[in-house]
Structure formats: structure tokens, C-alpha cells
């Protein structure tokens, strides 16, 4: 199993920028493909990105491409998701998620998730 815990949340004007960080314990992180997810009030979980287990492959969701950048450290046991020009309707609690197989964009692949930290984007 693996424990997760993001951090790095908080309050931003637009157009400003955040980094999140997913810290992982327990089973070896490289095991791991990893997501970061999004969940705003009233709508269903979102997926957002995804990094592949050594980190050389990204995919997005076409609302983030070319503003945000998943990347991860195995040898801190750590993902992130940088986040740039945000926007109001970025506003959200994001989580990260863990699988042992590659899982795409569908939340309920997903084994292992944190406990989410709240962005919400001020306009």
C-alpha cells in the first residue's frame, strides 16, 4: 500500500501560480503511475494529469495543457503539479491518486488517494 498527502494549496489571484506536492509513504513510489484529480463544489472528480512511472510521459486535460506540468522525484518519493495562469474556474480541492497499472482519466481505476488541498483562484 501507499499513503499519500498533498500539500502546497491555497488562495491566488488569476493569472497567478501554485506548485502542489503529493508525498507518498510506504510501497517503493516508483511502483506507482500517478494523477493529479480535481474536484470542484457541485461537479463530479476530474481528472487533470498523469505521469508515467519513471516520469517520462505526461498526458492533460485539454483545461490545463500548456498551463500546468506534472512531474515527479522517485528518489524524493514525491509528485507535483506545477500551476501556472491560473483561472477562477481552476478553483477546486485537488487530489492526487496512485495506481499500480497505467489507469487514464477514469477516477475509479484509482487505488490510492490523499486527502486533497483546497486551490481557489480569486478573479
Known amino acids: 500500500q501507499v499513503q499519500l498527502v498533498e500539500s502546497g494549496g491555497g488562495l491566488v489571484q488569476a493569472g497567478g501560480s501554485l506548485r502542489l506536492s503529493c508525498a507518498a509513504s510506504?510501497?517503493?513510489?516508483?511502483?506507482?503511475?500517478m494523477s493529479w484529480f480535481r474536484q470542484a463544489p457541485g461537479k463530479e472528480r476530474e481528472f487533470v494529469a498523469a505521469v508515467s512511472w519513471n516520469g517520462d510521459t505526461t498526458s492533460y486535460a485539454d483545461s490545463v495543457k500548456g498551463r500546468f506540468t506534472i512531474s515527479r522525484d522517485n528518489a524524493r518519493n514525491t509528485a507535483y503539479l506545477q500551476m501556472n495562469g491560473l483561472k477562477p474556474e481552476d478553483t477546486a480541492v485537488y487530489y492526487c491518486?496512485?495506481?499500480?497499472?497505467?489507469?487514464?482519466?477514469?477516477?475509479?481505476?484509482?487505488?490510492?488517494w490523499g486527502q486533497g488541498t483546497q486551490v481557489t483562484v480569486s478573479s
Open positions: 491518486a496512485a495506481a499500480l497499472r497505467f489507469s487514464g482519466v477514469f477516477s475509479r481505476n484509482y487505488n490510492y
Open positions: 510506504g510501497r517503493t513510489f516508483s511502483s506507482y503511475f
